[in-house]
């Protein structure tokens, strides 16, 4: 059976940047006396990126899958396919995908968008391994990029309205991240994707619904706002974690002292130390970028090991674990060599 490696990657974060403190007093905590500094309590977001208005969340993939074909050394025209993977997306038809092919002149590739909330990303990396594993592809560009600055409101008339939804909702960023996953060969080694997990709770699937967008509120736009993330969904998300990483870790081969970085979708600081305890890895090879990046959805793990790699965390022959949880519910564990 065919090997797929993380040949290549890439990161793109938008230049303007707010601090927490800037979001708060736009979303109206002086008017409803509210103390400023929650959302970095609660979340340890300090800034974000956010998008100008003449951006948008192909231009996000876009920047980012431009700076992983280079990585990987390849051109437009090595690509076989093209998966763009995130929350939100440049219109409701065609699939943003081809936006970004078309930025990228990336023209005989199959592509499709990849909707599955915070986990997008790690889904359209499993679909990409799928497609190499299948004989269909030798190079799969995954992009992701999340705008999620568009979807968060700030013009609260109800105090209580705006406690419910921040800080989860006012700690989001944009940014965009990009994988190439390439068809792995002899010079490779060990190096490739070794295995993977996936589950999804559909019976929890009403809890945090951006309920715009869709033909259930096809012209509300007040429907099109984050909502604040609820304490039951994240602990459900940390029990199953449980059960679902040792699997992955046992049909690797890999003992928990094996691993030399662990990238995790990150909504808060706490979440991410829990994650860590429950893995029982060190704080030093978990990167953490909500303080600098916030919430930045599906585009969180691309960026992260794009962080991880500057901070030296991740090298070439790492073993590395991707962990994803997202609304809907549903998680994802893979384990790669990168």
Known sequence: MERSIIKGMGMYLPEQTFTSEEIEERAGYDKFKIK?????MLTGCESRHYVRDNEHSSDLAARAGEMALKDAGLESSDIDAVLFCSITQDFAEPATVNVVMDKLNIRN????DIKNACNAFISGVDVADALIKAGKAENVLVVSGEAL???TKFDYDDKEELLK???????VGDGGGSFVVSKATSVDKDRGIVNSRFHTMPEVWNNNVIWGGGVVYPKDASKLYIPGTTKALIDMHQEVSKNYIPPVMKNSGWKTEDIDCVLVSQVA???TKNIRNIIGVEKEIMPEIVETMGNMGAA???IM???AR???ILREGSKTLLLGGAVGANMGVMSVVM
Not at 109 to 112: C, G, L, N, P, T
Not at 165 to 171: I, N, Q
């Open 149 to 151: 600055s568009r979807w």
């Open 36 to 40: 400023k500094g929650l959302v970095r």
């Open 165 to 171: 939804r921040a800080p989860a909702a006012l700690s």
């Open 269 to 271: 600081k706490w979440i």
């Open 310 to 312: 500057r901070l030296g």
């Open 300 to 302: 969180n793990i691309p």
């Open 109 to 112: 590739a199959y592509s499709f």
């Open 305 to 307: 090991a794009c962080e």
